[in-house]
DNA sequence: TAGATTGTTAATCGATTAACAATC
DNA sequence: TAGATTGTTAATCGATTAACAATC
């Protein structure tokens, strides 16, 4: 059954409180997930219905089993390869967020057009350049490519992966970019999330 | 009027389109932007009417205009302090983000409790210890704190931010903050961001 | 049992899409 | 005028909230 974006964000929200309960928490209510995130409890409740079976009444949800059913259900477990495309400073702060490999991300390499970079490792990856990706492409087997190269090079930088056959462009540039209809893209818009945030009162 | 998330959020997503059509380019139609997004054009056009009078029937929308429109609304204009808390990777890489300032979000100074950073700068901010918040938080006119330290510490340094009547915070972290109702929280999802992207066909 | 909590339905609310008259 | 595009209404769709019976 295809699960909303909005449940898969909550869903990872709830994972990020399970994952920081104590051993000593066997059981969590809807009513407590609910009061952490300021959400209501019936919406925990539906989002929670939607991994299947896991609560019981009287007592709340098993931790463990609860985990379990979103890691499996969110795809935690089946890693994905990924290239990081800018290895400047927002490149290698993602590069260095070894968090993403339990959520299934796994970085294999990065790529940069300063040949300073390229031939160094950040955090275990190798820096390639950019001419190179087509090749990379097929030998490291990753279909994503995270976008954090400068805003007037993201098009051209597209392009690129485009014509390499990339499924997936996670875009943390400003710029709105032009490709195929196949090519998913994700616009990591922090100007928006600035905005939202700072001119409503409601939540994300 | 109060406007939503979605429509702030998509608006956003039109001034960087605005942004980068030549100077030649004097009117655009919602049938392009919405090609652009692949979003709908009646939404499109609704969402604009939103900001006030905008469009002219048979040519559409006068660019110029309409970006200015969308930065009164918006608020790019007035210009908000920020600080950034936790001078790490991520941190360095928001404090380089230059075109934040044109949005409106004014970084002042950023905050770390690592000695060999206190005192020196990245990108012209300098660099705090934390047990200098509240003092800083009075001087500089700030309500904005950016967290990005590491997971561990984020509910401690909330504490701390909490204290010092900060209003709003931008966490990165993955970490579920504990805070008082009339403290804004944005948590800056990139783990849901990743599972929303490639496990649904939506777009955000 | 009494009480707490889930699962689920129905009601409400808001967002998106489709359609088209009005306009220039 | 003819044609393109906005503005706006109505229809549809989906998400949230409220309520409560079922359960242990």
Not at 125 to 137: I, N
Request: aromatic share 10%.
């Amino acid at each position: 059954m295809k699960i909303s974006n909005k449940v898969i964000n909550r869903l990872s929200l709830y994972h990020f409180i399970l994952d920081e309960l104590g051993e000593e928490e066997k059981y969590i209510s809807s009513f407590k997930i609910a009061e952490l995130l300021a959400v209501d409890n019936s919406q925990v409740r539906k989002d929670i219905r939607s991994l299947g079976n896991c609560g019981k009444c009287r007592v709340g949800y098993d931790v463990k089993k609860l985990k379990d059913a979103i890691e499996t259900t969110l795809g935690f477990k089946q890693t994905r390869n990924a290239f990081i495309v800018g290895a400047g400073n927002l490149g290698s702060a993602l590069a260095k967020y070894d968090s993403f490999a339990n959520y299934g991300l796994n970085i294999v390499a990065m790529f940069d057009s300063d040949k300073s970079k390229i031939g160094s490792y950040i955090n275990g990856k190798p820096v390639f350049g950019l001419e190179r990706f087509l090749e990379l492409k097929n030998k490291f087997d990753a279909d994503i490519a995270i976008l954090t190269v400068p805003k007037k090079a993201a098009q051209q930088v597209t392009d690129v992966l485009v014509e390499a056959k990339i499924k997936y462009i996670w875009n943390f540039t400003p710029h709105i970019l032009k490709a195929p209809d196949d090519v998913k893209i994700w616009n990591e818009n922090l100007i928006g999330s600035f905005l939202q945030f700072t001119n409503n009162d409601e939540k994300n």
